[in-house]
C-alpha cells in the first residue's frame, strides 16, 4: 500500500482550533483548494455545489475569528524564527480595491470614490530573502470624510507602532533571535521610535527616511549626514524596473549618529545612514536612500548590511503581487468585510507559501523536496514534464518542472523561475495529483501510468 502523503497544509496547520472540528476540516479544505489553483474563484476552487456552499457558510460563520485562521501559521513561523540568529520583520500596507462590488463595511482608499479595505502584515524573513511566515496583520476599512474633510475612525499610524510593539513582545519570546523591524518611508514616525527606546529596543527598527528633520544645533538631518568624505561604497546588481534597464549600481555611503527632537525635552538616538548613487546610466535617476536606525554602525561593512537589510523590504511587495495578481484576491464576491478577512487569513498563507518556494528554490536549491512537495505532487511534476523522477529529487529540481509546467523556458539566460511560472504550474501540477489520486482510489493507477 502507498505511503498516505502529508500535505503541507496538515503540517503548517496541525495547530488549527477553530472550536468545532468540523470547522477546522473545512479550514484545511479551503487552503488545499486556494492552494491548488489560486487564480481561480471560490466556486472554481472548490469541487462540486456542496463544497461550494460549505465555503461560503464558513466564510459567513460569526463564531470564526480570522486571527484564529492564522494564529497556527503564526506558530509555525514563530518556530522558524527561533532557529535563526537574525529576523527582518518587514511591514507595509497595501490597498485591495473591491471598486463595484457590494460587499458591506468597505470605506474608501486613496480616491475617495474607491471602495475596498487595507492590509498590513508584519513578514518576516530572514537576511537571505527566505519568507520565513506572516506574523501579525492588520485589516480595516476607512471611514468617509465628514462635512468639514476629518476622517474618524482610528489613527491609522498606529499600525506602524502596534507593529513594533508586537515584534517588541516575539523579542522577548525568542532570546536567541535578533529580530529587526524594517520599514519604508511612512513608518518615519518619531512616536515610534521613541517607543521603541522606552521598551529598551528588545527590537532594532530600521525604515526609510522621510522628514529631513532639523537638529539641536540648527544643521538639516540629511545634510548634516552627508556632509564629508564617505566612508565607503557599496555595489550591487539592480533588476530591470518601471522601464528602467537592469545595471550595477555603485553608491558612496555616509553614517552618522544623532539625536532627533522627540518634543517635550525628549530626543532620540538614532544612526542615519545615506547611501548616494555615482555614475547612474544617462537618463536614469540615481538612486539614493537615507534610512534611520537603533542600531550603531561604525564600521563599512556595518553599514552595508543595514542597506542590504533595507533592501530586503522588497519580498514583502512580491507578497503584495502573488497576493493580487496569483491568488487575484480582489476578485473575490463576498458580502462583507469579515468575510473578506476570513478569506485573506486563507490567501495570506498561500501567498506566503508561493513567495518562499520561489526563494527557497534559489536559496537553497539542494534540500529535499520532499520537505517542500507530497509524494504526489513531485510524480504529477514528472509526469506533465513526461520526465522520470530521480530517487531523491532536490528542490531546485522539482520548481524548476512545476515552473515549466507554467511557462518557464528553462534556458542557460533565463536564470531561476520567478513567483508567476511557479503559481501556474502549481495549477496544473494539482490537476494532475487529484487525478493520481483518484486512479489509486479506484484502483486503476497501474493499468494508467
Known sequence: MAPVAISWTEREFEQLDLGDARLNKRARILMERFAA??????????????????????????????????????????????????VLCLQDTTELDFNGQRAFGLGPLSYEAQRGMYLHPTYAVTPAREPLGII????????????????????????????????????????????????????????LMLRAQELGAPADWLVRAKHNRCLPDGDKLWEHTGAGAPIGELTFAMAARHGVKAHTVRQQLWVRTVSLPAGKGKSVVA???????????????????????????????????????????????????????????EAMQLGSITQLERALALFMVVAWRIARLMRLGRTCPDLDAELFFDPDEIQAAYLLRKKTPPDKPRLNDVLRQVACIGGFLARKSDGEPGVKTIWLGLKDVHVAVETIRTLREIGALKSCV
Not at 152 to 166: T, V
Not at 302 to 318: F, K, N, P, Q, S
Open 37 to 86: 489553483d489560486p487564480t481561480a474563484s471560490v466556486p472554481k476552487a472548490c469541487q462540486g455545489w456542496g463544497e461550494t456552499m460549505a465555503a461560503y457558510r464558513f466564510f459567513d460563520n460569526n463564531s470564526v475569528d480570522w486571527q484564529a485562521i492564522m494564529a497556527p501559521h503564526w506558530q509555525q513561523t514563530a518556530q522558524r524564527m527561533a532557529a535563526l540568529p537574525v
Open 271 to 329: 544612526t542615519c545612514v545615506i547611501a548616494r548613487e555615482i555614475d547612474a546610466p544617462d537618463g536614469v535617476k540615481p538612486i539614493e536612500w537615507r534610512l534611520l536606525t537603533n542600531r550603531k554602525a561604525a564600521t563599512p561593512e556595518a553599514v552595508v548590511e543595514l542597506i542590504d537589510w533595507y533592501r530586503a523590504r522588497w519580498e514583502i511587495e512580491m507578497l503584495f503581487d502573488v497576493l493580487k495578481n496569483a491568488c487575484r484576491v
Open 136 to 191: 501579525d496583520a492588520w485589516m480595516w476599512a476607512r471611514e468617509k470624510k465628514d462635512k468639514t474633510g476629518a476622517r474618524g475612525g482610528p489613527k491609522e499610524s498606529l499600525r506602524w507602532i502596534e507593529g513594533y510593539e508586537r515584534i517588541a513582545e516575539m523579542a522577548v519570546q525568542l532570546p536567541a533571535t535578533r529580530l529587526v523591524y524594517v520599514a519604508d518611508r511612512e513608518a518615519d514616525l518619531v512616536p
